[in-house]
């Protein structure tokens, strides 16, 4: 009986640990996705003006760089989010 | 007038670049404010915090400079090589980060809520204050001029500008 529950208490601990595992990664994993989307909408819309107005592409390319890095930032806010429900 | 896809992203000076004009002045901003970041870190986990904050700053400043050599690189080349620079580089750089973050996490060292915070602190803080020195128009397309610096005049640059005719008078 004891070796029953103790089994019983494994298996509990195994499926938290699992919806840990689990939770993190989807975070991680659904973060990422949005911020993808952005930056392939973001430097197509850059190409096509660059390639229509190429004396623009300076200020395109400007404009690009810091737009990719602000939609980088919710990448790495779910990635933070992702070590600290991880690991911390 | 229109540039096709696989030509080169037109009338850039190679050396100065936009994304690496602007990445190096967010780093030139950056290291001036990487030691108040280390030092909130240290009153927030003592050495642990200090170091966890610096090695944020470290990757958040190569992130930008990665990011900008991967995307003028790919600009010599074609206006569709940047699109896949663009879009894979992303993933490279997240993979870069989450491995160099996962390298140091078991270290004695790492303080990883200060690590994280940090990494998006020094992140957006940085990109808004950059966003002041952005000019983007057509004739300054990166950062805005610098300031003309007032200079004194010489002590007798009045005099020798007077014309002749005043001089005379007195």
Not at chain 1, 15 to 20: C, K, Q, V
Not at chain 1, 25 to 49: D, E, K, S
Request: charged share 10%; glycine share 10%.
């Amino acid at each position: 009986m004891i070796e029953l529950l103790a089994q019983a208490a494994a298996t509990g601990e195994d499926t938290i640990a699992a919806s840990e595992a689990l939770s993190s990664g989807f975070a991680y994993g659904l973060a990422a996705i949005g911020p993808g989307i952005g930056i392939g909408y973001l430097v197509g819309q850059a190409v096509t003006a660059m390639a229509r107005q190429p004396e623009a592409a300076g200020m395109v390319r400007t404009t690009m760089f810091l737009g990719i890095a602000f939609t980088e930032a919710l990448a790495l806010i779910g990635f933070v989010v992702f070590i600290l429900l991880k690991f911390a | 007038m229109s540039a096709g896809l696989f030509t080169p992203a037109p009338s850039l000076d190679l050396e100065r670049a936009p994304e690496t004009e602007i990445a190096l002045d967010l780093v030139r901003r950056g290291l001036p404010a990487a030691p108040v970041l280390v030092l909130v870190g240290a009153l927030v986990a003592g050495t642990d915090g200090a170091l966890s904050a610096a090695f944020a700053i470290a990757l958040v400043l190569g992130n930008f400079l990665l990011s900008a050599t991967l995307t003028a690189g790919a600009a010599r080349i074609s206006l569709g090589m940047v699109m896949g620079a663009v879009l894979f580089g992303y993933l490279a750089r997240l993979a870069l980060i989450t491995g160099a973050v996962l390298a140091v996490k078991d270290m004695g060292w790492v303080h990883l809520p200060v690590l994280g915070l940090t990494l998006i602190v020094a992140h957006l803080g940085l990109l808004f204050w950059e966003t002041r020195y952005v000019s983007a128009s057509l004739a300054f397309p990166t950062l805005k001029p610098a300031r003309p610096t007032r200079t004194t005049p010489p002590p007798n640059a009045q005099a020798a500008t007077r014309p002749p005719s005043a001089a005379t008078k007195e």
